[in-house]
């Protein structure tokens, strides 16, 4: 297994990251097999969707809707208001997906992006590990 | 890694389509490995659940209610009424699963299905793509 | 490929419960890879979430405020009331994850555990498959 770890420079931002271009980067040449895009953090999640035409905005604005972040919802209430919501997160937007690799390339449909969504603003920087198991 | 693409006719429809017989053929006579099927569209996703007894219809309510149909929730406005959220729904109800397989057997427990959804009413034909990775 | 099958004694409760000793047992010594954790039940999840500090209720709580335990939302009735949204639940929260090996151990997070999501009371012991491919 090929693996390795990006470092995705957030800025304290809550929002959708796009990772594509390093998962291309990252496969490029190595045939087919199985991506897996795997975020270790608990306050993070990976999606693929649509970037650039709003969809990223509206999918954070979804999750706000869907987790509200009124601490009082939440057990788990500690750093930024809201912080109890980034902690239920992962168990809607998982931290881990599998994208099919053929010839070196994602298997991605033309409007697909794999994206770190990131809803928590208390990190500037967050680590997404590539792995890449070939067949 | 052996792959294939497969075509399921939705008909312009709103849904769940069960993949199961296509999986369940695709995999057979192949051994120990996984399953990976991905959508490659941005407005659709793939879940494993009961079909046939009404939970394919109550996951559309529950996606509808999660993500009204209201364009005004949404920057991305363009299409059929709630495209919008059609484009969010795989942040939610992601495009990738990862199923077992044994002896060329889908490792699914009795009542569940690998099923398609589809909340966008604009397309009449979808692509799905089988991988499997053996080992 | 290997594979184990492992007996998590719910009960009959509710709720959250760690996988994450069992997985590092199963993997440990297995060197690079991909371990995959699916559940084949039609009524449960498997998520990747920080344990101990509030946010698996928090997650139960979340779910129940998706998917209602009001059974007149649902087609699906039958058994205990709520079990409509049960079979509902892993559309979101999906019965299937992948999590990277390196070195015979699970790259998660600081604060990551993997978890079988359980919403269902009518069941006292749940399967969940582990199933490990090397690289």
Redesign the interface.
């Known amino acids: ?1 090929d ?1 390795e770890i990006l470092s995705i420079e957030t800025g304290y931002r809550r929002g959708v990251f796009d990772l594509t271009a390093d998962a291309t980067r990252f496969i490029s040449g190595k045939g ?3 991506l ?1 895009v ?5 306050t993070a999640g990976i ?4 970037t650039g ?3 990223d ?3 954070m ?3 706000d ?3 509200p972040r009124d601490d009082r ?5 500690h750093g930024s208001p809201g912080h ?1 919501a980034d ?2 997160m ?11 690799v ?1 010839d070196g390339r994602l ?6 992006s794999i994206v770190l ?1 990131d809803p928590n603003q208390d990190n500037p920087v967050r ?1 997404v ?1 590539l ?1 890449f ?3």
């Open positions: 297994m693996t087919d097999g199985l897996n795997f975020v270790p953090h608990a999606a693929v969707i649509e035409a709003g969809s905005d509206d999918l604005d979804a999750i809707a869907m987790l919802h939440y057990r788990h209430r109890g902690h239920v992962p168990g809607i937007v998982a931290p881990s997906t599998v994208v099919p053929i298997a991605l449909g033309t409007w697909q969504v680590q590990r792995s198991l070939g067949g």
